[in-house]
């Protein structure tokens, strides 16, 4: 795409201003979100059902793998079969939620998801483990067109002023169905088995679908004309098979990245985060299990409830003390890293289950913090033209370094390094990423054409 096309799209970027929401940040205007906004309250309400059916699932799924192979490396393996293929089905993904109805994407996402989930059923015996990673595998490359097509249908449901709302609305979600779902897939595991956690999620992903089939389309925003003309002009000459594989939608996103420094930036960090989480992710399971010796997944539901008590709270502090303008998100940012370093030291050294909890707890709510700060300010700068692509390339680079934390994890977890020193050191890497981030704020500094170059 030419300069042409990108200046044309720029002019039309929303820049940082002073938001107003920075000192009026309350939980009367949150909520008034969801009840002035019926989509997004529908898409809300279907995340809140299928979100709370994937915790039961993770809690379910951990225990069974370590009950039938006994080792750390098998859930790190189950991770790694989440993260991965999201890595290679992103650029496609962020293609196609540029091109056709996202509901649909959604919709059609969660339907296979039904039937994935009810496969687990078959695992029984440690010879029959490798099903529980084929559904797995599978599962998160029908979940990598998902997420992309739901960040990017997201800004088009409120408006500019209520996103940092809504974001913060979506990230206590995940929070409180991860604590909530943690905490009653324990529960169901001691009283009606794993059996019924695999039916339960099954349902949840069938009641979701209902509810996002209410949704508008949610193609990407071609109304503007003129937009699309000076693009369409500013398009190289290429074969109709590239037209058809996306080849050249997918370098016009690559081409936005690379010219954006703030955009570069934020993927940057947030991918970097993944250095930190997916080692920890390997651990919870093995402190809960082993290390605290609360065994049939009470240690793992303890630990999880934990981190979504913590995920829940954070955003809110944040935004509350240091607002949802951009200056106050890259503060929360920098903020975010350095508890995060903190609190995983902290866990590593915690005697009990108990002080544990509450180390992680602080330290997910910098990683939601962390996670909720970047996807505002990036929102913020991102024309809904090449939204699918970015989430998309998001979502890809932070599965890249979270596979690479947990397969290093779980490698020398099983190898007899210590958890305890692998958890200080998953808090510890956390400076590198903080030290960039502070390098960065150099692009944020700048206006104007200086901010994309």
Same mark, same amino acid.
């Given at each position: 795409m030419s300069g042409l096309a990108w200046a044309y799209i720029e002019s039309h970027r929303i820049e940082y201003k002073r938001d107003p929401l920075a000192a009026s940040f309350t939980i009367r205007r949150l909520f008034g979100v969801l009840r002035d906004n019926r989509d997004f309250r529908t898409l809300y309400a279907a995340n809140a059902v299928s979100q709370t059916g994937d915790w039961f699932n993770v809690v379910a799924l951990f225990s069974l793998l370590l009950e039938l192979t006994g080792k750390g490396?098998?859930?790190? /393996?189950?991770?790694?079969?989440? %993260?991965?293929?999201?890595?290679?089905?992103?650029?496609a993904a962020g293609v196609l939620a540029d091109r056709v109805s996202r509901r649909a994407i959604l919709v059609v996402s969660d339907l296979l998801r039904v039937a994935l989930v009810l496969c687990l059923l078959l695992v029984r015996r440690p010879d029959q483990v490798w099903i529980a990673y084929t559904v797995v595998t599978a599962h998160s490359i029908v979940s990598a067109f998902f997420e992309p097509a739901q960040q990017a249908m997201l800004p088009n449901l409120v408006s500019e002023a209520d996103y940092p709302l809504a974001a913060t609305l979506e990230n206590s979600l995940w929070a409180a169905t991860l604590a909530v779902g943690s905490a009653l897939g324990g529960v169901a595991l001691a009283l009606v088995g794993r059996d019924a956690a695999f039916v339960f999620d099954a349902f949840t992903f069938l009641g979701s679908a209902a509810l996002l089939a209410r949704l508008p389309p949610g193609h990407a925003n071609r109304a503007d004309k003129q937009a699309i003309e000076v693009v369409e002009e500013a398009r190289e000459p290429g074969s109709q098979i590239q037209n058809l594989l996306g080849?050249?939608?997918?370098?016009?996103?690559?081409?936005?990245?690379?010219?954006?420094?703030?955009v570069r930036a934020l993927l940057a960090v947030k991918a970097s985060f993944g250095l930190t989480l997916g080692g920890v992710l390997v651990l919870l399971a093995y402190f809960g299990e082993k290390v605290f010796a609360r065994g049939n997944g009470a240690g793992i539901a303890v630990l999880w409830t934990a981190r979504g008590v913590g995920s829940f709270a954070g955003p809110f502090a944040a935004f509350r003390l240091a607002g949802t303008d951009e200056r106050g998100l890259r503060r929360s940012i920098s903020g975010a890293f350095a508890l995060l370093a903190a609190c995983y030291v902290a866990f590593a050294l915690s005697p009990s289950i108990g002080y544990a909890a509450v180390a992680l707890a602080i330290a997910n709510g910098g990683g939601s913090i962390l996670w909720t700060s970047g996807s505002t300010l990036l929102?913020? /700068?991102?024309?809904?033209?090449?939204?699918?692509?970015?989430?998309?390339?998001?979502?890809?680079g932070f599965m890249l370094t979270?596979?690479?934390s947990t397969l290093a994890t779980g490698v020398l977890l099983d190898r007899g390094v210590p958890p305890r020193a /692998?958890?200080?050191?998953?808090?510890?890497?956390? /400076?590198?990423?903080?030290?960039?981030?502070? %390098?960065?704020?150099?692009? %944020?500094?700048?206006?104007?054409?200086?901010?994309?170059?």
């Open positions: 490396e098998a859930v790190a /393996l189950a991770l790694l079969t989440r %993260f991965v293929p999201m890595f290679f089905a992103g650029p080849l050249r939608d997918l370098r016009e996103g690559v081409r936005y990245v690379a010219s954006h420094r703030r929102q913020r /700068l991102v024309p809904d033209a090449v939204r699918g692509r970015v989430a998309a390339a998001e979502l890809g979270l596979s690479a /692998l958890m200080a050191a998953c808090g510890l890497v956390a /400076l590198v990423p903080l030290a960039y981030w502070v %390098f960065a704020q150099r692009a %944020f500094q700048v206006t104007g054409r200086g901010a994309a170059e």
